[in-house]
């Protein structure tokens, strides 16, 4: 993963089946579970801090890579999250203020805890502790991946792949299509296809749910370069966006 390239990191099967965190004896289950609310907690801390969808985007891709390379055991989902968030904010030219993140995280976390909100002290002992962590977490995510931050997204393709189909002002698609796009995000989906393959295979989950015919003489997604098989497979791995939508 640490070479540069144009096009995305994607991993391969031997890293998706043995994890650093699997190794370090972390069950399966939890470790899917910590991954979504990691993503959950850099999607809403984007949105409270207004940062654009790309920069969220990107943060919880460069979240699910890091955590291929390295383990649950031996790094905090909300030091990595708040590390990634951070890295993607400036790597999209939208920098967040550190001071503004830590207490948005803190925030979050108070909520998630079931704790009443406190604002953090600003220059105490906590707020400190945070932004070392927060400090940390990103040279850590620049060390594992090896300064490869690179994140190509899907969104832009899809809408491309949306007016070729002349689908753009479908009554549903569209907005169905991007929602699939965000929560793919939770899963690792982003790190096992190109954007070109999610960007159809979200394409082909809204118009099969709208009920909507796309050509296949010739196959619509071989114009944009993408496989059935992947995805078929891809709709597989996300089928909880389905229900979630429907």
Known sequence: MSKLSLQNAILTYEQLETTPSKKDNIPEELEDELRRLGCDFIQSAGIVLRLPQVAMATAQV??????YVASLKKF????????ALFLASKVSESPCKIRDLINVYNYLIRRYRNEPNEPLEYLGQVFYEMKDALVIAEMQILKKLG??????????LMVNYLKVLE???HETIPQKAWGYLNDSLRTNVYVCYQPATIACAVIWLAARIAQVKLPTSPPWWELFEAELEDILYFIELSFFICSSFI
């Open 62 to 67: 460069l979240f699910q890579r890091f955590f």
């Open 76 to 83: 905090s989902v909300r030091d990595i999250g708040m590390g």
């Open 147 to 156: 300064f490869n931050v690179h994140v190509q997204l899907p969104y832009g």
């Open 167 to 169: 689908l753009t002002d």
